[in-house]
């Protein structure tokens, strides 16, 4: 006997109506990726937490969904850093202040800022995943007291490829934060550490016990960053990891970013490492 | 009002089907032109302009002055559009590529065939970028609005990478298999509807394979339904003899 | 509640009695030898004696295809496209399309309860009808007989000269009201019919089987004949992803947006921008699809997700079997217990 829960019409959802906000703010920080600002023109508030996702729309185009940069705040901004791509995403990149867009979500679980209180919190984050995890960066550093030490590791391809200028300049000199940055590819202008991501982590003096490491990258930095955590000596149950998937509908309904059992919309983009190990496809 | 943008239609190798079908438009026909200006059209009009905004090519690269026809296009249009199956992948004419070039030329042109130079018939992507591609043989006018409005409108077109199969159940066709039929539909790519197999008819494979075909696995099928190793090739070439892409087991 | 003979006869009359209090739906013929249903229009048209449709009747709670929102592109205003309840009577549905509905209730009322498939399902009446199984149908093997009345509001029962026509709820009864040309049934209601083809492991084994067999190499060997063309889904009354598309009208100045049912098995499923595809292997497209339909959803709602309705095996132009694969994976998993326990046995030696 199938158990369907019986649900009065009333509290039927309509799920896939976007609200409409505008681009209020716009900058270009590399040759294909670019920081929006925008306000639901409604006047309500996102209502986010780290690490969670919004499935941005354009009448014409269709949705896609894309991470929320930004820390939660209460002034009813939000903000989104958009990788050129394809088609879609090029278009957004014509947009400009006072363009608008619609906007559904926010979707999925992200870092849980309860579960890392008192922590010491170390961010790895590979080319665009410092997106989502800047959102988490932003919250901590906006409740400093919270939280036990903030290490920050961030690798890019190359100087150009480097996100959030302003903002790693001001990590860098902040004397409560613990900031390394590495690029795959050096060049003149660059006077910093050369290698991939991973080559950032062994140095580190970590407190094992009551480090918690947030985790996000390209598919194929994970296998190495986990091995590289593992011989460390962090434990599995102290990693969060954020997956990338196609999140279509962001209700858990139309499948296509499921993996194993998980919808990575429902119980992602966010998961705790034990629970991922389960998932056979994840990574 | 903003100026429309200037259209123009060219056609390389092939059989103009795909235009021919561009002027059956009769009840959309008034609605293009209120967004488009053609401003060059052989089958259509007489003038010629040097540029244009969007160009509409049909039919495959196949002679030495078709590649410097085509490169000529190219530099003169904003946007590139392929149309049909031999601008597209090459068609049916890329299935003289299986025989040699002079092989070819002397079954057509016979005594005379030093004449007329040849060269493998290839889509023309295979020399110059193409921006947009409507496939099929001909190429349907729903697909050609679509890519059309969606263009004008700035917006991103869909170009479905699935199989015929797929319009066909969400359609509730009766599959063509049961009818004895032998039907391409579960390896060439949609965006037709499934428009013969509607009627009851089989699907030739007109629009190209779907990205990543596992042409094994359809040759098999074909063989099932009563092919010989030799026919299901062919059925197989009709359309897609420059398909080299394959499935990821 | 009760129960009446109906004879073959008197069928016409009660569709007829029938499409009075609602708008009915019920099987009629397509093409050469294929059934669908269809509204009825003329009461002689319907076929309740059918193999099995090509569709489930989940196409009129979930359509194939669907506009959700029309919008203006000069001003971004845009609206969302009314539902409305089907209020139909679905007649001559069998079990497993029943329990197909049945299963997507819960998937779309599960988590988010989605507006437009629940306003759909509201106020509608379903007339069941058993089945003879062909070569195709394996029902019995997940639970669902051709008489399971789960889900119905009257039962016909076939038998030699007509049918048994059974009141499953008050509704059911309440339909009947008005429609005299019945005499009562006193009896066993029949239940049981013989099948051909057969699954060899109940849903409780199925969950062990299916949580050692991800890396059985069935994937692989059915992954040379499949073309990944996505029928197997498409056709299946228990699928329900979608996909969403949008168009722009001819005028430039409106378009809508669409969904229409997409399936796992395509390579795209899975494409992000950018273009990476999360099952790039076909054999990984069919484990997946199989695992959603005996483990991943059935895990936790305690059923299988297939509902033995033939519809992916008989439609597979490459004729695969998803009762081949399943009983194979069976097959594979007992050989293991017995090696293990030979090992045991071997051990306490």
Redesign the interface.
């Known amino acids: 006997?199938?158990?369907?829960?019986n649900?009065k019409?009333e509290?039927?959802?309509?799920?896939?109506?976007?609200t409409?906000a505008e681009i209020t703010e716009v900058q270009q920080f590399t040759e294909k990726e670019k920081w929006y600002k925008l306000s639901l023109l409604d006047g309500s508030n996102l209502g986010h937490y780290p690490g969670q996702f919004v499935e941005v729309s354009?009448?014409?185009?269709?949705?896609?969904p894309i991470s929320i940069t930004s820390a939660p705040n209460s002034y009813g901004s939000f903000e989104l850093c958009i990788?050129e791509?394809?088609?879609?995403?090029e278009?957004i990149h014509?947009m400009k202040a006072g363009d608008?867009l619609?906007i559904r979500g926010p979707f999925g679980q992200g870092f849980d800022v309860n579960e890392l209180y008192g922590k010491d919190i170390l961010i790895i984050g590979g080319g665009i995943g410092i997106v989502p995890l800047r959102s988490l960066i932003n919250y901590i550093l906006d409740h400093r007291q919270d939280y036990g030490r903030l290490i920050i590791t961030y690798g890019a391809r190359n100087s150009k490829d480097l996100l959030f200028p302003e903002e790693l300049e001001l990590w860098q000199s902040n004397p409560d934060v613990e900031f390394h940055q590495t690029v795959d590819y050096g060049d003149e202008s660059w006077k910093g550490n050369v290698g991939v991501i991973t080559t950032l982590i062994p140095p580190l003096d970590l407190d094992l016990k009551n480090t918690i490491a947030c985790i996000t990258g390209p598919?194929i930095m994970y296998k190495f960053v986990l091995l590289t955590l593992q011989s460390k000596g962090l434990q599995d149950d102290n990693i969060y990891m954020s997956l990338?998937?196609?999140m279509?509908?962001g209700?858990?309904?139309?499948?296509?970013c499921?993996?194993?059992?998980s919808y990575v919309c429902?119980d992602g983009p966010v998961y705790h490492y034990p629970d991922l190990k389960l998932i056979?496809?994840a990574i | 009002m903003k100026s429309k943008p200037r259209v123009a239609v060219f056609d390389f190798t092939g059989c103009e089907g795909c235009e021919l079908n561009k002027l059956n438009f009769e009840n959309h026909l008034l609605d293009i032109l209120d967004h488009i200006d053609i401003v060059e059209w052989r089958e259509a009009m007489d003038d010629q302009v040097a540029e244009y905004d969007i160009a509409f090519v049909e039919g495959s690269i196949s002679t030495p002055d078709c590649v410097e026809r085509i490169f000529d296009i190219r530099n003169r249009t904003k946007v590139l559009i392929a149309l049909g199956a031999c601008a597209v992948n090459g068609g049916m004419n890329a299935m003289k590529n299986k025989q040699s070039l002079d092989t070819v030329r002397e079954i057509v042109y016979g005594e005379d065939k030093d004449l007329f130079p040849t060269l493998p018939a290839l889509p023309l992507s295979s020399y110059v970028t193409v921006d947009y591609e409507v496939h099929g043989c001909p190429m349907t006018q729903k697909e050609f609005l679509q890519l059309l409005t969606s263009i004008l409108a700035g917006k991103k077109p869909v170009k479905p990478d699935y199989a015929v199969c797929v319009e066909c159940k969400l359609d509730e066709n009766e599959c063509v298999y049961g009818k004895g039929m032998i039907c391409m539909g579960p390896i060439t790519r949609a965006g037709c509807d499934a428009l013969c197999p509607s009627f009851g008819q089989y699907c030739i494979g007109c629009r190209g394979l779907v990205p990543h075909p596992n042409k094994e696995a359809m040759i098999n099928i074909l063989i099932e339904n009563g092919l010989s190793i030799d026919d299901a090739e062919k059925r197989m070439d009709l359309y897609n003899s420059n398909e080299k892409d394959v499935v990821l087991i | 509640m009760n129960g009446y003979y109906l004879s073959q006869e008197n069928v016409k009359d009660f569709i007829s009695h029938l499409m009075k209090k609602k708008t009915v739906y019920a099987p009629h013929a397509k093409a050469d030898h294929s059934f669908v249903f269809e509204e009825v229009v003329d009461a002689d048209n319907v076929i309740l004696d059918y193999v099995r449709t090509l569709n489930s009747i989940k196409k009129y709670f979930m359509p194939s295809r669907e506009v959700m929102l029309r919008y203006n592109l000069d001003d971004n205003s845009y609206s969302i496209e009314d539902v409305e309840p089907v209020k139909g009577i679905f007649l001559g549905v069998h079990s497993y399309d029943m329990q197909a509905v049945l299963r997507l209730d819960h998937s779309f009322s599960h988590g988010n309860p989605e507006k437009n498939y629940l306003t759909r399902r509201l106020d509608n009446i379903f007339i069941g009808t058993s089945f003879t199984p062909d070569n195709f149908h394996f029902s019995s093997s997940v639970n669902i007989q051709p008489h399971k009345t789960e889900g119905f509001d009257l039962f016909m029962h076939k038998t030699d000269r007509g049918y048994v026509l059974e009141e499953v709820t008050k509704t059911g009864s309440d339909l009947m009201k008005g429609f005299d040309q019945l005499t009562k049934f006193h009896g066993e209601y029949p239940n049981s019919e013989h099948f051909k083809s057969h699954l060899y492991a109940p849903q409780e084994k199925l969950s062990k089987v299916f949580e050692e067999s991800y890396d059985n190499p069935v994937w692989h060997e059915i992954a040379q004949k499949c073309v990944g063309c996505g029928t197997c889904n498409l056709a299946c009354p228990t699928c329900y992803c979608f996909d969403v598309e949008d168009h722009v009208d001819l005028s430039l100045q409106s378009g809508s947006r669409e969904r229409r049912l997409d399936s796992c098995m395509l390579r795209g499923f899975t494409e992000v921008a950018g273009g990476e595809v999360f099952r790039d292997r076909l054999a990984d497209r069919i484990r997946h699809r199989v695992y959603r339909k005996f483990k991943y959803i059935s895990d936790s709602a305690g059923e299988p997700w297939c509902v033995g309705c033939g519809r992916c095996t008989i439609y597979c132009t490459a004729g695969i079997s998803i009762v081949d694969i399943v009983n194979r994976l069976v097959s594979d998993y007992d050989k293991k217990q017995i090696v293990q326990d030979s090992d045991m046995i071997a051990a306490w030696d």
């Open positions: 006997m199938i158990k369907t829960v649900i019409p509290n039927f959802k309509e799920l896939y109506f976007p409409l354009i009448f014409g185009a269709g949705e896609a990788r791509v394809g088609m879609f995403t278009m014509k608008k619609g598919p990338e998937r196609r279509k509908c209700v858990g309904k139309c499948g296509h499921q993996i194993n059992h429902q056979r496809e």
